[in-house]
């Protein structure tokens, strides 16, 4: 079974970056669809960003289109997320999660099997 583990959270200030990483641990990270949801406090789970097994195929949200960007590096077992002109709205716990299907990104978190931790970020007004 494979695990992830996000890294990279932290508090930061309104227009600032960050960028997260989920390292998976296993063999078979590049046969599967990767992607970022978040949770802020009180809200329900939402998707972010996606990216497909081999990267030729990257999805987002609207609220953070044009400000982040997803990435992976099959080699390392690793998909990162950039985030620059980050919004206080930004804050929540972010958690990387892993689809088997890996020819699409779904927005639907009950499509994904793997779950990361989480990781805090908070960006201050």
């Known amino acids: 079974q494979m695990q992830l583990v996000e890294s990279g959270g932290g508090l930061v200030q309104a227009g600032d970056s960050l960028r997260l990483s989920c390292a998976a641990s296993g063999r078979t990270f590049n046969s599967y669809t990767m992607c970022w949801f978040r949770q802020a406090p009180g809200k329900e789970r939402e998707f972010v960003t996606g990216?497909?097994?081999?990267?030729?195929?990257?999805r987002y949200a609207d609220s953070v289109k044009g400000r982040f960007t997803i990435s992976r590096d099959n080699a390392k077992n690793t998909v990162y997320l950039q985030m620059n002109s980050l919004k206080p709205e930004d804050t929540a716990v972010y958690y990387c999660?892993?689809?088997?299907?890996?020819?699409?990104?779904?927005?639907?978190?009950?499509?994904?099997?793997?779950w990361g931790q989480g990781t805090q970020v908070t960006v201050s007004s």
């Open positions: 999660a892993a689809d088997s299907t890996n020819y699409r990104v779904s927005t639907n978190s009950h499509a994904y099997e793997v």
């Open positions: 990216i497909v097994w081999n990267g030729g195929y990257t």
